[in-house]
């Protein structure tokens, strides 16, 4: 089975592909857990990007509640005229991070006591 996150080059980058969007939730959740990791970016192009943007609200509303959205990039990248086809083509390109959210005022109450 491949997995979606890149630990090659780019630490806690996962690449958003054809999979629906749950796979990518559970990277997400993967990538934060496992890790330990303070972001993780979400990085997709043409149609993906609404893989991207459906998976990045449901691990926020459903999974992580503490998750935030600390940068989202977006850009174009000319991409070479397929077979048969006449010019370069532009496809849109999208890049979400994730950042975990300090903890809330309690929890940080919590801690002051134990002390």
Excluded at 16 to 29: E, L, W
């Amino acid at each position: 089975m491949k997995r979606s996150v890149d630990l090659s080059g780019e630490s806690n980058v996962i690449y958003i592909g054809r999979k629906p969007p749950m796979s990518y939730v559970m990277a997400v959740i993967t990538s934060f857990s496992g890790s330990n990791a303070e972001e993780v970016t979400l990085k997709a192009r043409g149609q993906a990007i609404t893989t991207a943007v459906d998976a990045v609200e449901i691990t926020r509303h459903r999974f992580m509640k503490e998750l935030g959205i600390s940068k989202i990039t977006i850009g174009t990248e000319e991409m070479p005229p397929r077979e048969g086809e006449g010019g370069a083509r532009n496809i849109s390109t999208i890049e979400i991070t994730l950042t975990k959210e300090a903890k809330p005022k309690e929890e940080a109450k919590k801690r002051g006591k134990s002390k």
